[in-house]
C-alpha cells in the first residue's frame, strides 16, 4: 500500500533533522508533528517522546529524518542519518530530502525487517500530503456518520484516515507548548515555534471570569430559589405562570444565564460551544432590547402610544358592531337562518359592550403600564416581545372568543362537508341547503390578522432563542473551525518523483451549522412552524397563543 | 501526462474532457459544461423587460421597470453562482479517496471529499431522466453495519450529463485504480 506522510507546512523550510509524530499502521500514513533539530542527546530525545506520550496518550515516536541542504547530500551525512536509524528503531523508517530552493522532494521508505510475503518490495511508494498545522489543530470534523461504539483513544480502521490525522494534531498540543527562545534540552520545529500564540485580553478575561461568575451564579441562584418558592404553585399564580408566555421566556433566560455563569467547566467541544452560542443569544437580545428602550423612551412616544390606543379600541368595537349588524340582515343578499343569526349577533354584541367598558375602566392607567413595560425591554429583545404578545392577547380577548366560536363551527361544518363530498361523489346527487352563516366569520380580516401577528411573534422570539449565532459568527469569520471534510489540490507533479497533494479544510455549509448547533427552544417551536402555522388557519384547526399542558418541557 | 478529447453530453452539446494522470495511482478528470449562451441570456432580458413594459403601459408606476431591472441583474448573478456549473472534476487517489469538485459560472468552488476506505465500488448505472433513459456514473458507499450491503449511491458528474463514450473512458480507468489499489490492500 502506498505510505502517506502527512507534512506540516511550516515545516517546510525548517532546518535538517529528525520527523517526530505519529504512525497509524491500519492506515499506512505517518502524521510528522516537528521537525527536532541537530545537535541532540538521544537519551533526552528518548525522555521527552516519552513524557509527551504519557501526557497526551499519542504513540508519539522518531519516525524517520529530514534533509534541507544546499545540494546533494553528502556521503558523511548520508551515512550519519542512516545510524540514526540505528538509535531511534521504527518501522518504516522515513527519509525526506529536499534541496534549498528547489520544488521536488525525494522520499523514500524502508522496512529493516524481511517482508513476509514474496514478492513485497522492501521499500514503500511514498505519496506526501501537506497540511496547516495550526487549522488542523483548531478544527473540529463534522463527519456524516458518526459510529455509536466509538471511544475516544482508540482508533480503528474503520474511522478513517482523516479522522486519525484531525485526532492525533489535536491531541499533541502538549508537544507545542515548546518554542525556539525556551531553552530546553531539545529544539523543535512546529507551528508555534516562532513563539507560543496567546492573547492578553483573553487570558484576563479568564483570570476575571472566576470570581464574576462565582459571585453571579449565587445571585441567579437566589434568583430561582426565590421564583421557585411555595407562593408561586399556587392557583391562580400557577395558571398564570404556565399561560403567560412572558414567565416562559424569562425562565427560559434565567436557565440560560445559570448555564452562562455556572462554575464548572465545560467537558468537551459541544458544551463550549453551546455556551458560546448561549452568550452570543444573550448578549444581542439586550442590545436589541436596549435599542428597543432608548427608541421608545426618547421624544415621549410612550405618551403619544397611549392616547392612541383608547381611541383605536374604540374605533375597532364600532367596526364590529358595524360587522355584527350587517351580518345579522341579509349580508351580499343571502338568505340567512333567522332565529341563529340573532342568537350569535346579540352574544357577540354583549361580548364587545363588556370589553369596551373594560378599556375605559383602564385608560388612565395605560401610560404607566406601557412605561413598566418599556423597561422589560432591558432584560432582552424577547422578554419585550413576549410581553407584547401577551398585552395583546388580553386586549383582544374578546376577538379571540369570536374565533373560538368561528372556528369550532367552521371545522365543524368542514367536516360535515367532507363526509358529504364522498357521499356526492357516490350513487345519490344530492343538493343540499349549506348553511353560510357560520362561513363567513372566518372571511374577517381583523381576526386573521390578530392571530397572525401573535403567531410570529411566537416565531420571532423562537428565532432569536434558537439561533446558534456564536457558531455563525465563527463559520463566516474563521471558516477553517467547522469543519465538514477536506479537500486535496495535486502540487506540481515531475515524473519519477513522489506525488504531492496539499490539503485545505473544507468548511461546513451554514445549513448545518445551524441544524448541528441549534439552541433548544422552548416547546412550542416543532408544533409552530410556519407551514403549521397557515395549515391551521385553513382547517380550523384552533390556535392557542399560549402554552398548552401537552406541549413538551424542554 | 494530460490529454483532451470532446465528447457530447445528452442534450447534445459540447463537453471537453481533459484528463490527467499524475501518477499510477492518482487521476483527475475534468469534464468542462458548455458555457452561457448569450443568445439565451438575450431571450430571458428582453423576455422580462417587455413583460414589465407592459405592465408598465397599464399601471404608469415607473417603479416597475426599475425593480425589472433590479429583478435581471440579481437573477442573473444568483444563477451565476448557484446554478450555472461550468466544470466538473473528478481526482482519485489511490490509498486515500475520491474527491469530487464543482466549479459555479462566479467562480465559486464545493467540494466533496469521499474516504477511500467508504467506498465499494464506480459503477455505470441507468436511469429514466424526464423521458429518456440515461447512463450515469456513481460511487457506491459501503454500510458501516452490513458489510455486503450499500449505504449510499453518489452520482458524478451530475451537471454535466455526458454520453456513455465518455463514461465508459472515466469507468475504465477508475477500475484500474480500484483494482490496483485492492491489490495493495489485501497484501501486507
Not at chain 1, 515545516?11 to 505519529?22: F, I, N, T
Not at chain 1, 546533494?72 to 527519509?95: I, K, Y
Not at chain 1, 495535486?490 to 485545505?504: D, F, K, T
Not at chain 1, 461546513?508 to 448547533?517: C, D, G
Request: positive net charge.
Amino acid at each position: 500500500m502506498v505510505l502517506k506522510a502527512f507534512f506540516p507546512t511550516c515545516c517546510v523550510s525548517a532546518d535538517s533533522g529528525l520527523l517526530v509524530g505519529r504512525w497509524v499502521p491500519e492506515q499506512s500514513s505517518a502524521v510528522v508533528l516537528a521537525v527536532l533539530h541537530f545537535p541532540f542527546i538521544p537519551i533526552q530525545v528518548k525522555q521527552l517522546l516519552a513524557q509527551v506520550r504519557q501526557a497526551s496518550q499519542v504513540g508519539v515516536a522518531v519516525l524517520g529524518t529530514w534533509c534541507h541542504c544546499r545540494q546533494e547530500p553528502e556521503e558523511s551525512l548520508g551515512r550519519f542519518l542512516e545510524s540514526l536509524g540505528a538509535v531511534f528503531p521504527h518501522e518504516p523508517w522515513l527519509r525526506l530530502c529536499r534541496e534549498r530552493g528547489g520544488t521536488f522532494w525525494s522520499c523514500e521508505a524502508t522496512r529493516r525487517q524481511a517482508p513476509t510475503a514474496p514478492g513485497a518490495p522492501g521499500e514503500d511508494q511514498v505519496m506526501l500530503i501537506f497540511y496547516d498545522q495550526r487549522q488542523v489543530l483548531l478544527s473540529q470534523l463534522h463527519l456524516p456518520t458518526v459510529l455509536p461504539d466509538r471511544q475516544a483513544g482508540a482508533t480503528t480502521a474503520s474511522t478513517g484516515v482523516l479522522a486519525a490525522v484531525f485526532d492525533t494534531v489535536a491531541r499533541s498540543e502538549v508537544l507545542f507548548r515548546s518554542d525556539r527562545f525556551d531553552e530546553g534540552p531539545v529544539r523543535l520545529s512546529h507551528w508555534q515555534s516562532e513563539g507560543v500564540e496567546a492573547s492578553i485580553l483573553a487570558e484576563l478575561a479568564r483570570r476575571a471570569s472566576g470570581p464574576i461568575c462565582l459571585l453571579l451564579a449565587s445571585l441567579l441562584s437566589l434568583v430561582s430559589a426565590v421564583s421557585a418558592c411555595r407562593v408561586f404553585k399556587l392557583w391562580p399564580l400557577s395558571f398564570l405562570g404556565s399561560k403567560l408566555s412572558t414567565c416562559e421566556q424569562l425562565r427560559h433566560r434565567l436557565e440560560h444565564l445559570t448555564l452562562i455563569f455556572s462554575t464548572r467547566k465545560a467537558e468537551n467541544p459541544a458544551q463550549l460551544t453551546r455556551k458560546a452560542n448561549t452568550v452570543a443569544s444573550v448578549l444581542l437580545d439586550v442590545a436589541l432590547g436596549l435599542m428597543l428602550l432608548s427608541w421608545l423612551h426618547g421624544r415621549s412616544r410612550i405618551g403619544h402610544l397611549a392616547d392612541a390606543l383608547v381611541p383605536v379600541a374604540d374605533h375597532v368595537a364600532e367596526e364590529l358592531q358595524h360587522l355584527l349588524q350587517w351580518l345579522m340582515g341579509a349580508p351580499a343578499g343571502l338568505k340567512m337562518n333567522r332565529a341563529l343569526d340573532q342568537v350569535l349577533g346579540r352574544f357577540f354584541l354583549y361580548h364587545i359592550h363588556l370589553w369596551i367598558s373594560y378599556i375605559h375602566l383602564m385608560s388612565p392607567f395605560v401610560e404607566h403600564i406601557l412605561w413598566h413595560v418599556g423597561l422589560s425591554a432591558c432584560l432582552g429583545l424577547t422578554v419585550a416581545l413576549s410581553l407584547l404578545s401577551d398585552i395583546i392577547a388580553l386586549l383582544t380577548f374578546h376577538i379571540y372568543c369570536f374565533y373560538v366560536y368561528g372556528a369550532r363551527l367552521y371545522c365543524l361544518k368542514i367536516h360535515g362537508l367532507s363526509s358529504l363530498w364522498r357521499l356526492f361523489r357516490g350513487k345519490k346527487w344530492n343538493v343540499l341547503r349549506q348553511r353560510v352563516d357560520s362561513c363567513s366569520y372566518d372571511l374577517d380580516q381583523l381576526r386573521l390578522l390578530v392571530v397572525a401577528v401573535q403567531g410570529l411573534i411566537h416565531l420571532l422570539v423562537d428565532l432569536i432563542n434558537s439561533l446558534p449565532l456564536y457558531s455563525l459568527g465563527l463559520r463566516l469569520c474563521r471558516p477553517y473551525r467547522l469543519a465538514a471534510g477536506v479537500k486535496f489540490r495535486v502540487l506540481q507533479h515531475e515524473a519519477g518523483r513522489p506525488l504531492r497533494l496539499l490539503m485545505q479544510i473544507n468548511p461546513l455549509p451554514y445549513s448545518r451549522v445551524v441544524h448541528t448547533y441549534r439552541l433548544p427552544s422552548c416547546g412550542c417551536h416543532p408544533k409552530h412552524s410556519w407551514g403549521a402555522l397557515c395549515r391551521k388557519l385553513f382547517l380550523g384547526e384552533l390556535i392557542y397563543p399560549w402554552r398548552q399542558r401537552g406541549d413538551k418541557q424542554d | 501526462m494530460e490529454d483532451e478529447r470532446s465528447f457530447s453530453d445528452i442534450c447534445g452539446g459540447r463537453l471537453a474532457l481533459q484528463r490527467r494522470y499524475y501518477s499510477p495511482s492518482c487521476r483527475e478528470f475534468c469534464l468542462s459544461c458548455p458555457r452561457l449562451s448569450l443568445r439565451s441570456l438575450t431571450a430571458v432580458t428582453c423576455t422580462v423587460w417587455l413583460a414589465a413594459y407592459g405592465l408598465f403601459t397599464l399601471c404608469e408606476n415607473s417603479m416597475i421597470l426599475s425593480a425589472a431591472i433590479f429583478i435581471t441583474l440579481l437573477g442573473l448573478l444568483g444563477y451565476l453562482h448557484f446554478v450555472k456549473i461550468d466544470q466538473e472534476t473528478l481526482l482519485i487517489i489511490d490509498s486515500l479517496g475520491i474527491q469530487m469538485t464543482s466549479s459555479y459560472a462566479s467562480g465559486k468552488e464545493s467540494t466533496t471529499f469521499i474516504e477511500m476506505g467508504k467506498v465499494k465500488d464506480i459503477v455505470i448505472n441507468e436511469a429514466i431522466y424526464m423521458q429518456k433513459v440515461i447512463y450515469y456514473l456513481c460511487i457506491l458507499l459501503k454500510d458501516p453495519v452490513e458489510p455486503h450491503g450499500i449505504s449510499q449511491v453518489v452520482p458524478v458528474f451530475q451537471s454535466a450529463k455526458p454520453r456513455l463514450d465518455c463514461l465508459i473512458e472515466v469507468y475504465r480507468s477508475c477500475q484500474e485504480i480500484l483494482a490496483h489499489q485492492k491489490a495493495t490492500s489485501t497484501s501486507p
